[in-house]
């Protein structure tokens, strides 16, 4: 199965940056000292900045459905375990193994609402992780303790 996920914003990224620039934009307002005003011109800027980087979710864009992501990581010794494991029985995946290496990369995206969920194995390639499996529709229910 050929999927791909874009970063799309979440409700508490633009809960964050517009509570940064309202707040900013109060102090500046306000009738207080000069050290008042910069310390809001400095959170309209956080506000900013962070309205152009900060991207939590993610979206397929073929259905429009937001995916919430984990990432687990596993020593390339655990690569056949976790691929055959994935592959057919995602609940047996051994997560006393997880993060005791960073050689794969399991990414799991969830959707609560839709019970909907998938997987996909990352193999590291230096400097970038690159795919070394399909990905894998399961139930969330399957997957419920990849889940952190």
Not at 71 to 92: C, D, R, T
């Amino acid at each position: 199965m050929e999927k791909e996920f874009i970063r799309v914003r979440s409700v508490k990224d633009i809960l964050a940056f517009v509570t940064l620039i309202v707040g900013g934009s109060v102090l500046i307002m306000l009738p207080t000292a000069a050290g008042v005003n910069l310390a809001g011109f400095f959170l309209i800027l956080t506000g900013l900045i962070l309205a152009f980087i900060l991207k939590s979710d993610y979206q397929d864009p073929q259905t429009g459905e937001r995916y919430a992501k984990t990432e687990l990581y596993f020593k390339q010794a655990m690569h056949a375990a976790v691929y055959s494991a994935i592959a057919s029985k995602p609940e047996a995946v051994d997560l006393a193994e997880a993060e005791k290496g960073n050689a794969l990369k399991l990414d799991v995206y969830y959707n609560k609402a839709s019970g909907k969920a998938y997987l996909q194995l990352f193999e590291y390639v230096p400097h970038t992780y690159e795919p070394c499996s399909q990905v894998y529709e399961y139930d969330l229910e399957r997957i419920q303790k990849l889940i952190r």
